[in-house]
């Protein structure tokens, strides 16, 4: 079936640390892949997104690379801030008349950073 | 800013009533879809429409149903409340040409 895996948090860094978030998936066919992130109390927002195989997306600082031959999409940032503190779901979509265009996320990964 | 708006943001309720969520949307996008989020679970799909009146299951439908009527506006419907209900609720909506979804703030529902 298809499925995603990110690592499990929380995430607990220092203000302008090295952010990697793994991110894997299970898919059949060729997905989009997506990062949203949600802060507290807010809803889900797209932070960024790769519709191919080696797309990068990036957004705010933050990156991701779709790779096809290892099945991952992980998340980076180089110099993080406190307000980058959140919950950050990877998230995969599938193509086709067939598919439902729905998203299959991640369960999640908390991200804590400290000044 | 997507245009989407849900409503009650907050809701209490007793096991047993039925309860109706509405997700109202501005930009008239084809495809709109509701969704659960639960710790440990992410985001679980529970039902969405293609368009006014076409609608399908998600994989977490039941004890769920919905309704579009209008092109604007999704709702969703707890016919019975069971405190295994008791979630936040995100209603998200997509244009006919991209994958990427844009979500509502939510609606956090206490089934006591």
């Known amino acids: 079936g298809n499925s995603v895996t990110q690592m499990e948090g929380p995430v607990t860094l220092s203000e302008e640390a090295f952010l990697t978030i793994n991110c894997t998936y299970t898919a059949t066919g060729y997905p989009s892949l997506f990062w949203y992130v949600q802060y507290p109390g807010e809803g889900l927002q797209l932070l960024l997104k790769a519709t191919k195989a080696d797309d990068k997306g990036s957004n705010k600082g933050f990156e991701a690379t779709y790779r096809k031959e290892t099945t991952s999409f992980h998340l980076e940032k180089g110099s993080v801030q406190v307000s980058d503190s959140a919950v950050y779901f990877c998230?995969?979509?599938?193509?086709?008349?067939?598919?439902?265009?729905?998203?299959?996320f991640g369960q999640g990964t908390t991200l804590q950073v400290k000044p | 800013d997507a245009g989407i708006t849900q409503s009650p943001r907050h809701k209490v309720t007793e096991t047993g009533t039925p309860v109706t969520l509405r997700c109202h949307q501005t930009?008239?996008?084809?495809?709109m879809y509701w969704y659960r989020q639960d710790p440990g679970h992410g985001l679980r799909l529970i039902h969405y429409?293609?368009?006014?009146?076409?609608?399908d299951k998600g994989e977490v439908s039941d004890g769920y149903s919905v309704s579009r009527s209008k092109t604007e506006d999704f709702l969703l419907t707890l016919e019975s409340a069971t405190s295994s209900q008791t979630s936040v609720y995100f209603c998200?909506?997509?244009?006919?040409?991209?994958?990427?979804?844009?979500f509502g703030p939510g609606t956090r529902l206490t089934v006591t």
């Open positions: 998200a909506i997509r244009g006919t040409d991209t994958y990427e979804q844009y």
């Open positions: 998230a995969l979509s599938l193509h086709g008349s067939s598919n439902t265009g729905k998203l299959i």
């Open positions: 429409s293609y368009g006014v009146k076409d609608t």
């Open positions: 930009e008239n996008h084809r495809y």
